[in-house]
C-alpha cells in the first residue's frame, strides 16, 4: 500500500462550507493539528463538536 500524497490546503481559496469547518476549527483550538495532521488526527468527540457547530450556524444563517 502507499501513503496518499498531502496536499497543502489554501485557507484563502476554500468553497463557504469548508471555510466553515476551518473557522469552526480555529475557534475551538484545533487548527493547528488539522493544518499538520489532517482532519484525521481529531478525535470523534472533536469531530462531532465541530459538526455541530456548523450545523448550528447553518441553521441560524436560514432565518
Known amino acids: 500500500m502507499s501513503k496518499k500524497k498531502e496536499k497543502k490546503i489554501d ?13 469552526v476549527a480555529e475557534e475551538l483550538g484545533l487548527l493547528d493539528r488539522v493544518l499538520e495532521n489532517g482532519w484525521k488526527s481529531l478525535t ?6 465541530i459538526g455541530g457547530i456548523v450545523t448550528r450556524k447553518r441553521k441560524q444563517e436560514k432565518r
Open 11 to 23: 485557507l484563502n481559496n476554500l468553497e463557504p462550507g469548508e471555510k466553515l469547518k476551518y473557522e
Open 44 to 49: 470523534s468527540k472533536e469531530t462531532g463538536r
